[in-house]
């Protein structure tokens, strides 16, 4: 496995908190296997890819968003495309590596032979951090996926390489991106019941601080998927106020509906990219309002003490200010029902 990777270290002086080390090693070997099966004619191994435990952890993160995002449709698209023959259904979108193969090997061997992009992503990492945090983590580059971005696993995140094979710099942020997840899952609070508010709650957070530290908009230039970022962040900002509705909707949705069904639905219009994830800016724009009237070190404590009482901090400040969405008077009510210590300003 060619790595590249991303170390940071404490630096003397600052007040903010700072990640004492964070390694991050690119592995391209799943991407690079796949890539030399398309169009080559040679019969795929059915049960290698079943075994496959990145390729379990795909489906098994997207299945929760489309009943279709089978093993078998994966395999039979697979087996198409190594044929060089496209799928009319196109779940894992196989037929672009068919159409790209040349350019998108290209730009993996570009990657996997530059220098580490360790100061970009360590400074935008750090300040939201645990001062002395040690973290570990493998980016697995990704092809045959269905939707463009990325998702984690642990200490393992996964970056699907044909969305971004035009562009270097969103490369570098959906990376910091993932990476910031991974970090999150060392230092912040995970105690929540499933399927019920708390767990959307905290997920809202846990994406909303992940965009405020690697947005697209902080970009010049770049290419396709930046420039669809972008896009996607323009709209959730005009329509902030609304997405802060929808969450209050949600959180009563599940509070009059609990269980797996309703939760999965909520989280799908939130928090996938079937519907633009409408939360992520709610979630960002607590982070930005919080680190602002307090402080980056309290964002951090509230989310590695408890992170439904930054809900509150948040609500707090809004009730003084015209400039952010308050909570609706659902979302209100149950914090209000549930503890909330400590306090981290």
Not at 75 to 92: D, G, P, V
Not at 307 to 326: K, N
Request: proline share 5%.
């Amino acid at each position: 496995m060619r790595k590249l990777t991303i170390l940071g270290f404490t630096l003397v002086g600052l007040s903010l908190p700072v990640a004492a080390r964070t390694e991050v090693s690119v592995d391209a070997s799943n991407a690079q296997a796949i890539l030399a099966e398309i169009c080559s004619g040679t019969e795929i191994s059915e049960q290698q890819i079943k075994n496959d435990t990145h390729i379990q952890t795909m489906l098994r993160h997207f299945s929760q968003f489309r009943s279709y995002f089978t093993m078998e449709n994966y395999i039979a698209e697979r087996r198409s495309a190594a044929l060089c023959e496209k799928s009319q259904q196109n779940y894992f979108r196989f037929n672009q590596l068919v159409e790209e193969k040349d350019k998108i090997a290209s730009f993996l061997n570009d990657v996997m032979t530059q220098r580490s992009p360790s100061s970009e992503v360590t400074a935008m990492i750090s300040p939201y951090a645990p001062a002395n945090l040690s973290y570990e983590g493998t980016a697995m580059l990704m092809v045959g996926t269905p939707s463009c971005g990325g998702w984690s696993a642990g200490s393992t995140f996964y970056v699907d390489l044909p969305c971004i094979s035009d562009d270097p710099k969103g490369l570098l942020y959906l990376i910091a991106h993932e990476s910031y997840h991974g970090v999150q899952a060392t230092f912040m609070q995970q105690t929540f019941t499933p399927n019920t508010p708390a767990e959307l709650l905290n997920n809202v957070l846990r994406e909303g601080s992940a965009l405020h530290i690697a947005s697209f908009s902080k970009i010049e230039g770049g290419g396709r998927y930046t420039e669809l970022s972008r896009e996607q962040e323009a709209d959730n900002t005009r329509r902030l106020e609304q997405n802060f509705e929808l969450l209050d909707m949600a959180v009563s949705y599940l509070q009059r509906h609990p269980g797996e069904q309703a939760y999965g639905a909520a989280n799908n219009i939130g928090l996938s990219g079937s519907y633009g994830a409408p939360f992520y800016s709610v979630g960002a724009k607590i982070i930005e309002t919080v680190s602002t009237s307090d402080s980056q070190a309290a964002v951090v404590c509230y989310l590695e003490k408890n992170p439904l009482a930054l809900y509150v901090r948040y609500q707090e400040v809004a009730e003084y200010s015209d400039q952010v969405p308050p909570l609706g008077r659902a979302l209100q009510n149950y914090l209000a029902s549930v503890p909330q210590q400590p306090e981290c300003r």
